[in-house]
């Protein structure tokens, strides 16, 4: 079984710039997550999609952050313009949902902004 | 915040047991423990996770106490392949549909030959 897609695995980009991240999620799995984890910390959720909706997105900075989940299969995080402090590893995990909260990750795509 | 406590770094002897704790003194009734790890460049993976009883698959086996004040993650025999970061979540309380894991920092466990 196929896991998380993510792609880029690596993006460099000056700063101002806008930058996209894409995660294609496990087959069947209907919640998605974009986890942010800096250097040494834990990852931190940004947004969960229960299919299609965003049903937690608090934590996500919405002035420059934007994320999209069309029919409820792959996802987009955009980020315009990017901040020299948003460089961190950007994280896609999925999970089947309905109270199964196991969650698959990615390999994430490691963002550097100089 | 993190609702667990776990060392910072551990290390143990190729082939030996690792017994990696977790304090989670805060936790209520209805609220998991997850085992997650991540090796370096990698992103987390899924190691194991229980409510009351103890747990085991074949990657690890899950140790809670009693009172679920704190777990204990044995990988019985570790190999070079193991040492990763392993990060203690409880999950946090059912609220509606917002259901976090809330990561700490984890315990960097080194493999050593």
């Known amino acids: 079984e196929a896991g998380v897609v993510q792609s880029p695995r690596y993006k460099i980009i000056e700063k101002k710039q806008p930058v996209a991240f894409w995660c294609n999620p496990i087959s069947g799995h209907n919640t998605l997550y974009w986890y942010l984890q800096n250097l040494g910390q834990g990852p931190e959720l940004l947004i969960r999609?229960?299919?299609?909706?965003?049903?937690?997105d608090s934590q996500l900075p919405k002035d420059r952050f934007s994320a999209e989940r069309l029919k409820g299969v792959d996802s987009t995080l955009k980020i315009q313009p990017a901040e020299l402090g948003d460089s961190a590893v950007y994280l896609c995990?999925?999970?089947?949902?309905?109270?199964?909260?196991?969650?698959?990750f990615g390999p994430g795509t490691r963002l550097t902004v100089l | 915040d993190a609702k667990t406590t776990q060392p910072p770094s551990m290390d143990c002897a190729e082939g030996r047991a690792a017994n990696l704790p977790c304090n989670h003194s805060?936790?209520?009734?209805?609220?998991?423990v997850y085992w997650y790890r991540q090796i370096h460049s990698q992103g987390p993976q899924y190691i194991i996770h229980?409510?009351?009883?103890?747990e085991t698959n074949e990657m690890a086996s899950l140790i809670i106490t009693e009172d679920r004040k704190s777990s204990t993650l044995i990988l019985p025999h570790a190999t070079l392949r193991d040492t990763a970061v392993y990060y203690c979540?409880?999950?946090?309380?059912?609220?509606?549909?917002?259901?976090?894991?809330?990561w700490g920092l984890g315990t960097s466990l080194a493999v050593n030959p």
């Open positions: 979540i409880v999950r946090d309380s059912y609220a509606g549909n917002n259901r976090k894991l809330i």
């Open positions: 999609y229960e299919n299609e909706e965003a049903v937690d």
């Open positions: 995990a999925s999970s089947l949902g309905q109270g199964r909260d196991t969650q698959y």
């Open positions: 805060t936790i209520s009734g209805n609220e998991y």
């Open positions: 229980g409510l009351k009883n103890n």
